[in-house]
């Protein structure tokens, strides 16, 4: 369910540089939906370097008021279509 609501790959030439958001994404949507927490960790506990850990990241995104956290949704869903680079601050829940 959760990779339902995930965005298409953007057609980049060269390849593209918002796949960390894919991996943010994807365990957002499934936290939030419900995934079982031992499930959800054994899937999404993953080192993100330079960025947060999965879990770290998601965890302050579900603490989040909801218009916060659908702010965070689509800026990381718009970071996902990058095709240059960006500031990893724009994973910031509250950048």
């Known amino acids: 369910m959760a990779t339902a609501k995930l965005p298409s790959f953007p057609n ?6 918002g796949g960390a958001a894919f991996q943010y994404l994807e365990a957002g949507y499934a936290h939030l939906g419900g995934m079982a ?3 959800w960790l ?7 370097d330079p ?10 995104l579900a603490a989040a008021s ?5 702010e965070w949704l689509a800026r990381a869903g718009e970071v996902s279509q990058a ?4 500031p990893p601050s724009l994973l ?3 950048p």
Do not use: H
């Not at 980049?12 to 540089?17: A, L, S």
């Not at 947060?52 to 302050?60: K, Q, R």
């Not at 909801?66 to 659908?70: H, K």
């Not at 095709?83 to 960006?86: A, I, N, R």
């Open 12 to 17: 980049c030439f060269g390849g593209f540089t």
């Open 83 to 86: 095709c240059g680079d960006w």
């Open 51 to 60: 960025f947060p850990s999965v879990p770290s990241l998601i965890e302050e």
């Open 42 to 48: 054994e899937r999404y506990e993953t080192p993100m």
């Open 92 to 94: 910031a829940v509250d």
């Open 37 to 39: 927490t031992d499930e």
């Open 66 to 70: 909801p218009g916060t956290r659908q």
